[in-house]
Nanobody, 121 residues
């Protein structure tokens, strides 16, 4: 079993900051990609930021320059620092971890339960 748990959501005014944290635990041999997605009401889930075990990162155009993803491989954690928040950033944010449970085994994507981020204008 693999568990992915997020924390750090909440309510903030426009222009403010929040930091989301995520930890994967359980039967893990290795983790390739970890990242953050978000889903606003009536919208599809979209990638916000992602990172690989080698440290490469990618961001949605809408968050570039405002959000920063960081990862600690040894701890199986990934954080998302969100600055200059806008009302359109309001969504449920989900963490993902692409986990291999044994040497040479396939990677499966595991999701957290989601954490609400609300930005008021």
């Amino acid at each position: 079993q693999v568990q992915v748990v997020e924390s750090g959501g909440g309510l903030v005014q426009a222009g403010g900051s929040l930091r989301l944290s995520c930890k994967a635990s359980g039967s893990i041999f290795s983790i390739n990609a970890m990242g953050w997605y978000r889903q606003a009401p009536g919208q599809q889930r979209e990638l916000v930021a992602g990172t690989t075990s080698l440290g490469s990162t990618n961001y949605a155009d809408s968050v570039k320059g405002r959000f920063t993803i960081s990862r600690e491989n040894a701890k199986n954690t990934v954080d998302l620092q969100m600055n200059s928040l806008k009302p359109e950033d309001t969504a449920v944010y989900y963490c993902n971890a692409d986990v291999s449970r044994k040497l040479g085994g396939p990677a499966f994507r595991y999701w957290g339960q989601g954490t609400q981020v609300t930005v008021s204008s």
